[in-house]
């Protein structure tokens, strides 16, 4: 009768410590946040959902334990439940780890053309492919991911509003299956044609070994697909990406069209820009002692206007589509072309 008393306390110690760290403010998702900020986030969001996991496993450990060595059995259980929450509390806390950012590749024309898209299909939503680089991570390590689909309608459909969806999954030994660790959605108003999908995943140093698996889903209108790549996390693996993708994506070439009309020419290739620091200040003018415009975050996206070289160092004008235009170091991006 005692040690189901215990146990009920337990419980209901445990369920109060997760109750009080839940409620750690977190910062909105989107935030700019700097690096050490972004750490700070890391470390409270973790900290808030394993608090809960190594404090329960420690009063198991206590009361599983004898009479006099239930310290060595609180200690061993808090070591046995934090490494068990860890997996579990990365997963909630997946938007401040990782990201996925969406961009248009080709218009409508150049995608029934290639998919042999016919209206009589209705509204489609197909994943063309999904990679991951590597596929083989060591703890600490990073993971990049990106694939791409197609959105189509239609004629007289402009646009549908579409939900991307990155999923973590690790295979417990324990009971032979896959557990969902976590997902995080992204929700965009996409045209109609096709999208590049990237981002990547932090692993941190603490992430368990084992068999993982990242799925990219995207559904909208009733629609749904979704591509599932495996990924091990093993000591002595790759710490970050190779140079080339371990699936290259589908390679496009957009075409001028006029309302109405047929295909007239190859269209000339935009560029944009993909931010690489966590945050980043843009410019009035490219000098960095230039009035900021606006803070932007990591594998943020925007067109460029203009380029030019301005005290030793190239800088590129970006259109934050909102009516202002900031100006950034030519090394603090990525140019990609579309």
Not at 2 to 12: D, E, F, M, V
Request: overall charge positive; aromatic content about 8%.
């Amino acid at each position: 009768m005692l040690s189901k008393h215990i146990i009920r306390i337990t419980s209901a110690v445990v369920l109060l410590v997760f109750i009080i760290t839940s409620c750690a403010p977190l910062p909105p998702p989107g935030t700019a946040l700097t690096d050490e900020e972004r750490r700070a986030a890391q470390q409270n969001c973790i900290a808030r959902y394993s608090a809960a996991g190594a404090v329960g496993g420690a009063l198991v450990g206590a009361l599983l334990g004898g009479r006099g060595s239930r310290g060595v059995g609180a200690a061993i259980g808090a070591m046995a439940g934090g490494a068990l929450a860890f997996a579990l509390a990365y997963g909630h806390c997946m938007s401040l780890y990782s990201d996925l950012r969406s961009y248009p590749v080709a218009g409508a024309q150049e995608t029934a053309q290639r998919i042999g898209y016919n209206p009589s299909q209705g509204k489609v939503l197909k994943i063309d492919d999904f990679y991951l680089n590597p596929d083989g991570v060591s703890p600490g390590g990073k993971v990049q991911m990106g694939g791409s689909y197609y959105v189509m309608a239609p004629e007289g459909t402009k646009e549908m509003k579409i939900k991307e969806t990155r999923i973590l999954e690790l295979f417990d030994t324990s009971n032979n299956e896959w557990k969902q660790l976590g997902a995080v959605d992204n929700e965009i108003v996409s045209a109609i044609g096709t999208r590049k999908a990237e981002g990547f995943f932090d692993m941190p140093t603490e992430m368990a070994e084992g068999s993982y698996r990242i799925t990219l889903r995207v559904s909208g209108e009733g629609l749904e697909d979704s591509q599932t790549r495996n990924l091990t996390v093993r000591k002595g693996l790759a710490m970050g990406p190779t140079k080339q993708p371990t699936q290259p994506s589908t390679s496009y070439q957009q075409v001028a069209s006029v309302p109405g009309g047929k295909a007239i020419e190859p269209a000339a290739k935009r560029q944009f820009a993909v931010i690489k620091p966590l945050t980043l200040s843009l410019r009035n003018e490219p000098s960095l002692k230039s009035g900021q415009v606006a803070v932007v975050k990591q594998f943020d996206m925007f067109d460029i206007v203009e380029t030019k070289k301005s005290g030793g160092e190239f800088w590129h004008k970006l259109d934050l589509k909102d009516g202002r235009f900031g100006w950034v170091q030519d090394k603090n991006v990525n140019i990609k072309e579309h």
